[in-house]
């Protein structure tokens, strides 16, 4: 198989932004003052996360997003923007809000562990104004997109009553409506399909599950959404696709000696949405999904995968 039809199409990636900051160095001795390891920092960088990780997934498969999201007007606000920029992003949907910090989440990492993990971030809903403002960036957007993707972290820039506009919104533009969920923003209006990891879908079905059982408790779980498909990660497990006619089938994940498993997950989404975009089957944007997340899995740091290295993979299944 050959690459999908997707290079050119426009997807509107709506979603909480994060900035990911890497600290890497050496331990060789233990802290004076407490009894922790001091690193010695050899290296620093940034990268683009949360949303912003599916909008670059898009760009590196040939596709062209546009991001809409909050940030604040700090310091890693400016960085992102910046980041953005350097990464050939547009930022113009992009709402930097006032006296909001920006989701910074700093890792640790000493003789290739991770030490320790910083936060910085608020998950408090938006307030009235910028929420307007994510809204009227959507309306500028999504008259011309060929998808819409939400890509949900559960850090305030979603509420119900937005994700029922998004649901409409798309709806009316006719376009696929692919969504990364968190548990308590259930049920996703209008979505077509959602993509849970196991335990976003534990949260969703109230209860642990084993992979056999998933097909019945998605079926279950569609009906009463509405949606037409559930695609749930299973990490090294691959997926279970459950539509709303028809068996659930289970793509094994490739197995392939895994350097880094962190946003696969983003991987995931932004291929749904472009094998959608360009006219795929759910079941065959599924597997090429599955393709590109074990890509991106075997390398190092929030990775993304090119359409080369997608049209390799897909070839070796064959
Ligand atoms: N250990 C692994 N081996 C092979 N493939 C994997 C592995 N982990 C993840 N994958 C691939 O990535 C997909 C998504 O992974 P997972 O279910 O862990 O998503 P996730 O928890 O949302 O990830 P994240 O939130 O870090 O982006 C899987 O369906 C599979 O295709
Ligand atoms: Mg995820």
Redesign the pocket.
């Given at each position: 198989m050959g690459l999908p039809g997707w290079p050119g199409k426009k997807i509107l990636v709506v979603g909480d932004l994060i900035l990911d900051h890497f600290v890497r160095g050496s331990v060789k001795r233990i802290s004076p003052e407490a009894p922790v390891p001091v690193v010695e920092v050899e290296d620093e960088h940034f990268i683009l996360g949360g949303a912003a990780n599916v909008a670059s997934n898009i760009k590196a498969l040939g596709g062209i997003p546009f991001l809409v999201g909050a940030i604040g007007d700090d310091r890693s606000g400016s960085d992102f923007i910046q980041l953005m920029q350097y990464s050939g992003l547009s930022s113009s949907g992009v709402i930097q809000v006032h006296g909001r910090p920006t989701s910074l989440k700093t890792r640790v990492i000493a003789n290739h562990q991770q030490v320790v993990r910083v936060d910085r971030e608020v998950s408090e809903r938006l307030k009235l104004d910028a929420a307007k403002a994510v809204k009227s960036a959507i309306s500028r957007y999504i008259g011309d997109c060929d998808a819409v993707v939400v890509s949900d972290y559960a850090k305030g820039l979603f509420s119900p009553s937005l994700l029922a506009w998004i649901g409409e919104a798309s709806r009316k533009a006719r376009v696929p409506y692919v969504v990364?969920p968190k548990p308590v923003h259930f049920p996703y209006p209008g979505a077509t399909v959602v993509t849970p990891?196991?335990s976003e879908a534990q949260g969703f079905f109230g209860r642990e599950f084993r992979t056999e059982d998933a097909g019945e408790a998605g079926r279950r779980l569609i009906e009463k959404a509405g949606w037409e498909a559930l695609l749930i990660?299973?990490?090294?497990e691959?997926?279970v696709l459950c539509r709303k006619k028809g068996r659930p089938v289970h793509i094994p994940?490739?197995?392939?000696e895994?350097f880094d498993?962190?946003?696969?997950?983003?991987?995931?989404v932004a291929v749904m949405a472009l094998g959608l975009s360009a006219g795929l089957s759910m079941e065959a944007a599924a597997r090429t999904a599955?393709a590109a997340?074990?890509v991106?899995?075997g390398k190092a740091g929030t990775a993304v995968c090119t359409p080369r290295e997608l049209e390799a993979a897909l070839r070796a299944e064959q």
């Open positions: 990364d990891n196991r990660t299973l990490g090294s691959g997926m994940a490739r197995v392939r895994v498993v962190t946003g696969a997950g983003d991987t995931v599955n997340a074990g991106v899995v």
